[in-house]
């Protein structure tokens, strides 16, 4: 119940693409949902959150679905550059918690000119 | 205002030596919560500690594993008896207080390679 699904593992996109990166939890205790971007050798860093009050948010190119009822949030990058070269991560965070992060796995994408 | 800073970026250990990994948080951030990272996998919840108190530490091995944040001083994961399975990447977090997981920010991490 604490787990986040993350799909894909890895997604290779043109340049101009849409970059999309979805992820599924089972806890409808958790109220935070957060993307961070990870290069090698960096730490995570937030891109964009959404809390479950909202179905949408759009930062710029990046923005999150959420769908509450079918447990489900993606990541949808708009005109993807090579500079969005990186890791991926999905998290949720429960209500009323410690508000510790739960990871999904990761996805490398790739962006080619 | 410097980012959340962690020493020492990389680490070799021999089998069966203790590793220090420190975390100094961001100014006016009083809270803290460390996380491993194995290779091509994501980050996993160990502990979240505030000034002299350790709030969760679900996440934390049962032993070798031990973590504090002194009133004075960074906070510090320590891993004892270390086994080639230790190796990974720790990172920690820092927030300024309960509630605002929304303004955590991530150190560059500690790269633990035990040989």
């Known amino acids: 119940q604490q787990q986040v699904k993350q799909s894909p593992q890895s997604l290779i996109v043109q340049k101009g693409g849409i970059s999309i990166i979805n992820c599924a939890y089972e806890n409808t205790a958790f109220d935070y949902f957060p993307w961070y971007q990870q290069f090698p050798g960096k730490g995570p860093a937030l891109l964009i959150a959404i809390r479950p009050d909202v179905s949408e948010k759009k930062e710029g190119r990046f923005t999150i679905s959420f769908n509450k009822s079918a447990k489900q949030f993606s990541l949808h990058i708009m005109d993807s550059q090579p500079g969005d070269s990186a890791t991926y991560f999905c998290?949720?965070?429960?209500?009323?918690?410690?508000?510790?992060?739960?990871f999904g796995t990761g996805t490398r994408l790739q962006v080619f000119p | 205002n410097a980012g959340v800073m962690q020493n020492p970026r990389h680490l070799v250990r021999r089998r069966g030596q203790e590793a220090r990994l420190r975390c100094s948080p961001m100014k006016g951030h009083s809270h803290v919560y460390w996380y491993r990272q194995l290779p091509e996998e994501g980050l996993k919840f160990m502990v979240y500690l505030q000034k002299e108190n350790i709030i969760d530490e679900s996440g934390m091995p049962k032993e070798r594993f031990s973590a504090e944040f002194p009133k004075e001083g960074p906070s510090i994961l320590r891993i004892q008896q270390v086994v080639r399975g230790d190796s990974a990447a720790y990172f920690c977090?820092?927030?300024?207080?309960?509630?605002?997981?929304?303004?955590?920010?991530f150190g560059q991490g500690t790269r633990l390679t035990v040989v």
């Open positions: 977090a820092s927030s300024p207080r309960r509630g605002t997981n929304t303004e955590a920010f």
């Open positions: 998290a949720a965070s429960p209500l009323g918690g410690t508000d510790k992060l739960i």
